[in-house]
Nanobody
Framework: VQLVESGGGSVQTGGSLTLSCSIS????????LGWFRQVPGKEREGVAA?????????YSDSVTDRFKISLDNTKTNTLNLLINNLEPEDSAVYYC????????????????????WGQGTQVTVSS
């Protein structure tokens, strides 16, 4: 499985971005999908995940209601992450990842449960 993120960039505080993850195979019926972010010197943080079949989602407490993960209805095999009201603390490299359902056991924010990763897309938020 190959994953390719896009949509990152530089935005001002309060702005919005939609990150996209193009997936090489139709896997959402068997796999969990997740978005993670990482800043230099810190561990990779799970911010949003969607379970097998796309029927359940979970979010990190740190992103509250500003992030929304979804399967794109118009693009096959595409996972999106909508980020509203961006804050400087959201600056990071964002990664999408996937893993079989029997590994993630529901939408999971634990990076160690994911075994396929994209290369990441940089998000920079300026105040």
């Amino acid at each position: 499985v190959q994953l390719v993120e896009s949509g990152g960039g530089s935005v001002q505080t309060g702005g919005s971005l939609t990150l996209s993850c193009s997936i090489s195979e139709t896997i959402y019926m068997d796999n969990c999908l997740g978005w993670f972010r990482q800043v230099p010197g810190k561990e990779r943080e799970g911010v949003a995940a969607i379970g097998v079949g796309g029927d359940r989602t979970t979010y990190s407490d740190s992103v509250t209601d500003r992030f929304k993960i979804s399967l794109d209805n118009t693009k096959t095999n595409t996972l999106n992450l909508l980020i509203n009201n961006l804050e400087p603390e959201d600056s990071a490299v964002y990664y999408c990842a996937t893993t079989p359902g029997y590994v993630c056991r529901g939408p999971s924010l634990l990076s160690r449960r994911y075994n396929f990763w994209g290369q990441g897309t940089q998000v920079t938020v300026s105040s």
